[in-house]
């Protein structure tokens, strides 16, 4: 049976993946998951019922897994089935992308292969602008856009690191293979930097490494709506299923958040 949905203040945000909600807690925000699937920034669009359920279940299990490692994540516990309760921060308008293995936008920008391992893995830094269409920066611009301190993007960079070791050694463990992800942080009220947003196959590339290397079937991510190859919800559930071996049980919030 689907849980209620939560008791919340006025609509925030609307994103092209979620809503965020007030709560009766100004710490406190309540995300919901929506059934939307995005590429090309926003310009193709299409319904996908089921999957805003499985990206919180994936995401509130992942940020679990790093809270246990002692990294400080937004999350504060799954509320209904599709919606999460997590600190409300001032988010830094910065993409941190990681990449372990060449794929994506990197095949057409350096002459790389795809699945080529890269070690140490890349880190780079985009800026979070739709109307910019998200541009890479270089360290240089970043400075210009003086929008990190540069002890923070240090502590940004050590964080992001650590957050993608710890993701890649537990997703290895279930034949998961993490190839890069993008990652969001903002601070909270006493300025900490804080690991935010989604940790999903929306935000990643994930290969099963069950399948054979060279068969489309080993794509469980975003790029099977990319590349038009079907089997988005089929894809997530396999990964929500994979991730029930690594017994997380993300905490559960109160789900009466009045308003
Ligand atoms: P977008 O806005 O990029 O279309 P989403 O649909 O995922 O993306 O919307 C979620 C929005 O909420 C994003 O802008 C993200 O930066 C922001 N966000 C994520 N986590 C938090 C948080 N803990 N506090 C405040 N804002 C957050
Ligand atoms: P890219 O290869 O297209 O640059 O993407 C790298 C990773 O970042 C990939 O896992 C998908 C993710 N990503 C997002 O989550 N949001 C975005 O807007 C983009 C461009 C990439």
């Known amino acids: 049976m689907d849980s209620p949905t939560p008791v919340l203040g006025p609509l925030l945000h609307e994103g092209k993946a979620k809503r965020l909600y007030a709560t009766a807690d100004a ?6 998951f929506k059934d939307t699937a995005t590429a090309a920034n926003g310009r193709h669009q299409v319904y996908v019922p089921g999957k805003g359920r499985l990206n919180c279940r994936i ?6 897994l790093l809270e246990q490692g002692g990294l400080p994540t937004h999350f504060q516990g799954l509320l209904g089935d599709g919606w999460m309760l997590v600190r409300s921060l001032r988010m830094i308008p910065l993409e941190v992308v990681l990449r372990n293995r060449a794929a994506g936008s990197l095949l057409r920008q350096l002459p790389t292969v795809a699945g080529q391992p890269l ?3 890349l880190l780079d830094f985009y800026f979070k602008d739709d109307a910019l269409g998200d541009p890479f920066l270089s360290e240089a611009r970043l400075a210009v856009l003086n929008i990190v301190t540069p002890e923070e993007r240090m ?3 050590t964080m992001a690191r650590q957050v993608n070791s710890t993701l890649h050694q537990a ?6 293979d993490l190839v890069d992800l993008k990652l969001e942080f903002g601070r909270d009220h006493t300025g900490q930097l804080l690991l935010a947003d989604e940790l999903s196959p929306d935000n990643c590339r994930l290969w099963d490494q069950q399948q054979h290397p060279d068969s489309p079937e080993r794509i469980l991510d975003k790029d099977r709506f990319r590349q038009g190859l079907g089997g988005l919800v089929d894809a997530y559930r396999t990964v929500n299923q ?4 690594l017994d997380l ?6 789900s009466r958040v009045k308003s």
Do not use: Y
């Open 119 to 121: 070690a140490p893995p």
């Open 155 to 157: 502590r940004l960079e």
């Open 249 to 254: 049980k993300p905490r559960h919030s109160d």
């Open 242 to 245: 994979r991730l029930q071996a």
């Open 59 to 64: 995401s509130s299990q992942l940020f679990t």
């Open 171 to 176: 997703l290895g463990r279930i034949d998961l």
């Open 27 to 32: 710490r406190l925000c309540a995300v919901e």
